[in-house]
């Protein structure tokens, strides 16, 4: 049973080697490939379902989508500022938004598009068990991964009216530190210039309000679903191990796991988990299909990792 708790505020828009995994691949006319040596018996698909790249260069706006994408990380990266972010964590880290457990969450992200994603258009559920089953499927000793898939991207009901309809760019799209300079890892770079941070001495250099090798639970991250879930995972007393929260709220980092970034800020735990984030990077990726999972067959398996990592019901 999902429980409103009270009116939300709402803000405005102002602003090891793996098994060949078999099932979840694209059609057979999609052409797959190795993603790297180290993983050379994992195929992931070169194109997604609509014969187009995965991740395309966010840069290259040949067609509306792109065009769309880049105005979103212009607005993105012009409102997410360091003051932002505190509000935002001191008001959705109340947790008063919403009682409700994990699958009733999982049923009401359906309702969620993301906007910043060119390569999804399915609904936001099937993403979350394809992911999933791909990784049970590889890694079936794992079971904390495989909930970890299937709970990564729940944050995403931020977007929606009972949880303050906060807008796209606050939600969703790849997140990057802030109080201290963005590096040029980050998508868009050219945009920030726009911040209020952007020009300000204090946040400005290479650590800004950070010292090298300070670890990530000590940065600020921008405000979206990866922060907001890691939070309701955490306050809520989940038993996920380290690597799982850390997979949950570093997932849309892409300029640290997909670029190299922000490297300095690491300590010696975070480069620990970094190791299973790019193991379920691979996955997060390369699992957006056609292929629909059969919800009821695979629920009550999700449904006993849940009952084994989070309590019944969770406030959000």
Known sequence: MIIPLENPVLVHEDFGKQKKTEELQLDNIIPTSKTSSDDDVFLAPEVNAFGRQFRLDYADANNERQKSVEEFYKTQHTNQSLDFVKKMRHEYGKLDKMVMNIWECCELLNEVVDESDP????????????????????????????????????????????????PQWAVVGDTFPVGCAFDESNIHHKYFMENPDFNNPNYNTKTGIYSEGCGLENVFMSWGHDDYMYLVAKENGSTLPSAGLFIIRYHSFYPLHKAGGYTHLLNEGDKDNLKWLHVFNKYDLYSKSKVQVDVEKVKPYYMSLIKKYFPEDLRW
Not at 135 to 163: C, M, N, S
């Open 119 to 166: 390569d999804l258009d399915e609904p936001q559920i099937q993403h979350l068990l394809q992911s999933a089953e791909a990784i049970r499927k590889d890694y079936p000793d794992e079971d904390w991964l495989h909930l970890t898939a299937l709970i990564h991207d729940l944050g995403k009901v931020l977007t929606l009216p009972q949880f303050g309809g906060l």
